[in-house]
């Protein structure tokens, strides 16, 4: 009964950020693209995008391996794994700019944990923390669906 205390907790305290907690990211973006960033422009808090996809896993990035895309900083963990953004980061950028694709599910752009991730057919999602991986994960199509409905209005 523990869990099921302490998961309602978590629920609750996902529900309350979602609603009333402001963005305290930075846009970075040209061309209608927002990025989440940091304020020093980082996207994604620093992490490897395409570690996700050929490691399987969350990696920090380097500032020596640093690839300028949509007016943000992606920073990776070797040099192959700049070449390969750098030759296609729209394969290898998480959807919704790095935010939280559970949030804006919902209608709310708030920012992600990249340590909480999904590659659905190919595509990187983050989401905000785990209860909301969780809670993503047990309607993907309806919440990639949701959420690709409302980051269309980012894009104007």
């Given at each position: 009964m523990a869990g099921f205390a302490s998961n309602i907790v978590k629920l609750t305290l996902l529900v309350i950020y979602l609603a009333v907690v402001p963005l305290a990211?930075?846009?970075?973006?040209?061309?209608?693209?927002?990025v989440a960033t940091?304020?020093?422009?980082?996207?994604?808090?620093?992490?490897d995008t395409v570690a996700y996809f050929t490691d399987g896993k969350a990696?920090?990035?380097?500032?020596?391996?640093?690839?300028?895309?949509?007016d943000?900083?992606?920073?990776f963990a070797n040099a192959r794994h700049r070449e390969l953004f750098a030759a296609d980061p729209e394969r290898y950028?998480?959807?919704f700019g790095g935010?939280?694709?559970?949030g804006l599910s919902k209608g709310k752009l708030v920012s992600a944990d990249p340590q909480q991730?999904?590659?659905?057919e190919g595509k990187l999602y983050m989401k905000f923390n785990r209860p909301a991986r969780d809670l993503w994960r047990r309607d993907k199509a309806g919440n990639i669906?949701?959420?690709?409905?409302?980051?269309?209005?980012?894009?104007?």
């Open positions: 990211l930075v846009f970075a973006g040209s061309a209608g693209k927002l940091d304020p020093a422009g980082i996207a994604i808090k620093g992490y990696l920090k990035g380097k500032p020596e391996f640093a690839f300028t895309w949509h943000a900083q992606w920073l950028a998480p959807q935010f939280c694709s559970y991730w999904t590659i659905v669906k949701n959420a690709e409905a409302e980051w269309a209005n980012y894009q104007k």
